[in-house]
Structures are given as C-alpha cells and as structure tokens.
C-alpha cells in the first residue's frame, strides 16, 4: 500500500505540474488574498503562483502524507507563510468566518463527500470572502457527460478518486454560493472526458 501511494503522489505531482494545468491555476492562484485555505494542497503546486503582497497566510489541507511531503519542501523555498492540517477537508478544525480566500484547484474531483466539504469552506469563509476554483467536470456536451458517468467508476479507483462527471457550478450553487464568473471550456482538444474545465470565483452567499 505504501509504494502505491508513493507511486500515486508522484503521478499526481507530474500530471498537476503540465503546462496545460500550470497555465490555468494561474487564472485563480495569483488572485487569492488575506488568508487563504488551500484544500487538497497536494504537492503544493500553488505555492509559486501565490502574489506575496496580497496573501498573508496559507493554510494548506491534504489527508495525503506523501503528497504534504512535497508541499512542505516547497513550502520551505515559498514567499508566504504556510501551514499545514494533515486531514480531509470535509471537517474543519477553523473557526467561522476566519479565511478571506479558499482556493480549489484540481480537488473538487477528489474530495469524496463533496458536498460536505463546501459546507465547509462556506463556513470558515467571511462574509466578504471569495472561493476561487480551477477545476475539471462534467462537460456540458451530453455526449461527453454520458462518457464521464460510464467511466467514471473505472477511472475513480486508478485515478486516486478522481471523479469525471462532476458539474462543479452546480455543486457551488448547490452549497450556496453565489457564482461571480465561471469560465466553462476544454482546456485540450483531445481527450474531452478528461479536459472539460470550470475556472472562476465564488462568494459565500
Ligand atoms: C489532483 S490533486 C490536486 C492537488 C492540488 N490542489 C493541485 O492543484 O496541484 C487532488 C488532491 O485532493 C486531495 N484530497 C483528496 N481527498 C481529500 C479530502 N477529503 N480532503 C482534502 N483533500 C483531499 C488529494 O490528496 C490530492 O492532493
């Protein structure tokens, strides 16, 4: 089990380090301001593009201690303070009102009750906040959405719980957020099961 997850952590830093994925987390990360809450950090991908004038603070979240491994090398060359909380995003140890940014890139996908985890964000979130997303879905064509659903019970156990089919606009209007902007595209030609994106921001209400 641990070389899978070894294996897995080193997969998921090389597929999240691809241009086509660096060029889109900066449509959100260099936006984030105050403090930020970073669920699924991952390999902590981010920490680069984060603008060092505006971010006071970054809490990083990631139940995944191979993956927080790399966040914490990267974290130790990064411009901003970073924390760390070793756990699921579904429960937070935060107060209410607390972040002035959560930033989700690529991690919607993964975070197995989804739902919950938003609740969540929109609680530690102030009133002013913002929720900022960088995400891949369901894509808005049926015949690639029909494709997602069937695959998505093969691909959810190799891809480390990614989901293919999940609409993310909807999830965020779903749990109360108001949605600012949301860009919806393919960010590859091909293949579009995997490259449907939502890019934008959200406001707690
Ligand atoms: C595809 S990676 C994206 C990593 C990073 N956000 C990025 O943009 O490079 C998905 C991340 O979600 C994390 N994750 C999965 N379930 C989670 C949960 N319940 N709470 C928080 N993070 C979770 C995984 O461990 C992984 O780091």
Redesign the pocket.
Known sequence: MKIHDKLLASL??M??SLPV?TAN?RKVTPFAEGVVL??????G??LAHYDKDAVKAVIG????ED?LKMARRRAAQAAVPVEFLA????ELPLESGSIDTVL????G?????VAR?LDEFRRVLKPSGRLLF?EHGRSHEPRVARFQDMANSLWRPLA???HLNRDIASLLQGAGFRMERCERFYAMARPKFISYHYVGSARPG
């Open positions: 998921t830093d597929v999240c994925i987390r970073e669920p699924g950090m991952g390999s991908l981010n979240v990631d139940p995944q993956l756990r699921s995003a579904e989700l890139t690529y991690t996908c993964s975070i197995p009750d985890a960088c480390g719980g990614c």
